[in-house]
């Protein structure tokens, strides 16, 4: 899996947690928003360590709040 993709992946996954979405919206949710298989999400989700792409994410979050 790519890393654009794990990052995508990991963005909507924060969004989900935030507005307190179902685990069946999320998936969903992933599968649509990333153009990805069911599959790929499950591989995602089974994935330990997401706090390094959550990091970026939130980096990149602030990065474009200061610029704007």
């Given at each position: 899996?790519?890393?654009?993709?794990?990052?995508?992946?990991?963005?909507?996954?924060?969004?989900?947690?935030?507005?307190?979405?179902?685990?069946?919206?999320?998936?969903?949710?992933?599968q649509?928003t990333?153009?990805?298989?069911?599959?790929c999400v499950?591989?995602?989700?089974?994935?330990?360590?997401?706090?390094?792409?959550?990091?970026?994410?939130?980096?990149?979050?602030?990065?474009?709040?200061?610029?704007?």
């Amino acid at each position: 899996m790519k890393h654009i993709t794990k990052l995508k992946l990991a963005a909507v996954q924060q969004y989900c947690e935030i507005e307190e979405k179902s685990t069946e919206f999320m998936i969903q949710y992933m599968q649509d928003t990333c153009k990805v298989s069911y599959d790929c999400v499950i591989a995602y989700l089974e994935k330990e360590d997401k706090g390094k792409l959550f990091k970026e994410i939130n980096e990149l979050i602030n990065l474009i709040s200061d610029i704007y």
